[in-house]
């Protein structure tokens, strides 16, 4: 059986509503021999495992740190005043895109969501496993994970496994074969986005936008790709909780982290698990041990 690590971030006021219950939840359900990387944001992790390494994300990603100082005036770079791009037309005549929205949306904060991608970056390069798993700390395990479950979402002869939907994937839950020769190459792409602002010549700035424009070329050269969703994000807006993974995981995305459960209507499949035929009345809120 392969190796597996799982790497995940946020900040104090996110560890706080939701990611100290997702490190709980991990070292309850999760194989013993499954390590998590929790890469802190301003805050000490009070938990206490084996399992359960942190580190702080800043002083592991100094090319995080260069990028925020390159872009900390910059507020395209912030998601608040999106690209104003313009069709230049022979004779010099210029018009703006007419499909562009420029309203201040979550597609263009790069900066944001590079905390994200930095902090798999370094877990690549840092982790002794076959495969890394990032797991969003807005997530929260009810039900036993085995070895054999993480070995299908992963085929040895892809180089990724993600949640795929028509317009880009959901990057809540996605696997790095780290022993796939494209894997190395894809991962030094990817991250020469940030490191050479080369993510302001795409159409969208996020993480997992970007995700897929680079496995896209990795594709290009041959390389095969896994979806972890099996189709079910082509109906499936919360991807995640209909796919595979719902059976022992729920994903807390936008405001759903509220009330700490996405809600029964999010589910367009069937499922029997005691913890979705409760879904409806909030759970009990983490709280320190």
């Known amino acids: 059986m392969r190796r597996f690590a799982v790497v995940t971030t946020c900040h104090a006021a996110g560890y706080e509503t939701y990611g100290r219950l997702m490190a709980q939840t991990f070292l309850q359900y999760w194989p013993a021999e499954v390590t998590l990387d929790f890469y802190t944001e301003g805050f000490d992790c009070e938990l206490r495992d084996g399992r359960l390494r942190t580190h702080d994300l800043l002083a592991s990603s100094p090319g995080l740190v260069a990028f925020k100082q390159r872009h900390a005036d910059n507020p395209v770079a912030h998601g608040k005043k999106p690209p104003f791009r313009r069709l230049t037309l022979p004779g010099g005549i210029a018009i703006p895109l007419p499909l562009r929205s420029r309203k201040k949306s979550y597609r263009y904060n790069a900066v944001r969501f590079a ?3 930095f902090a798999i970056f370094d877990a690549a390069r840092r982790v002794d496993a076959d495969v ?3 797991v969003d700390a807005d997530t929260r395990f009810f039900a036993p994970v085995t070895l054999e479950m993480l070995d299908s979402f992963m085929p040895p002869d892809c180089f990724v496994g993600c949640l795929r939907r028509p317009k880009f994937t ?4 996605v696997t790095y074969n780290l022993r796939h020769p494209q894997t190395a190459q894809f991962l030094d792409d990817f991250e020469r986005l940030y490191t050479q602002d080369l993510l302001f010549a795409e159409r969208e700035y996020h993480d997992a936008f970007l995700f897929d424009v680079v496995r896209e070329r990795a594709e290009a050269r041959g390389a095969r790709s896994y979806d972890i969703a ?5 109906k499936a807006s919360h991807v995640l909780i209909n796919s595979r993974l719902g059976s ?4 807390m995305k936008g405001n759903r982290k509220e009330s700490g459960q996405s809600r029964a209507g999010d589910l367009v499949v069937a499922r029997d ?7 409806g009345s909030a759970p009990t809120k983490p709280g320190k041990p």
């Open 115 to 117: 905390h994200k991608t």
């Open 248 to 251: 022992f995981m729920d994903h």
């Open 273 to 279: 698990e005691t913890y979705w035929q409760e879904c």
């Open 170 to 173: 959901e990057a809540g839950f």
């Open 132 to 134: 890394l798993i990032w």
């Open 230 to 234: 099996e189709g079910i994000g082509a």
